[in-house]
């Protein structure tokens, strides 16, 4: 465990790194996590096992558990918990053709502040999740989700 009181140019972890990354006060990073080049900001917790890419934002008191992967153009409020294996994706149609000839196109996923996401959901791109939502365990968000809802279900559903 790593306790952050500065930003980080560039750290190795036991089976982990963090590279060029804006790492605020008192957040709490765990061992064997890839970080590069994301901003997380102040008290929050970053789990084992979690990989965040270049662009992704993350906003104070945020937790985010194990397992865990949010990628570029991901941008989370404060006080937010992302649970156990929670997938956050940038892209609708992956495709390598697509990337190598500059068509790919990321989408960006925008979470709200006090949103939860529970374990194993996975967060489809181009999706805003509304303040104070929560998404249950194994939710597939597939569409935008309004202030204060409930979803649930393959394919979220609204409760």
Known sequence: MVKIDKTIEHFSLPQGVIRDCKIGKGTIIYNFVNLYECEIGENCMIGSFVEMQKGAKIGDSVRVQS???????????????????????????????????????????VVKNRVSVGNNATILPGITIGEGAMIGAGCVVTKNIPKGAVVVGNPGRFL
């Open 67 to 109: 397992h865990s992967f949010v990628c570029d153009g991901v941008e989370v409020g404060n006080d937010v918990f992302i649970g156990h294996g929670v997938v956050f994706s940038n892209d609708r149609r992956p495709s390598i053709v697509m990337q190598k000839t500059g068509a790919w196109k990321m989408e960006k996923t």
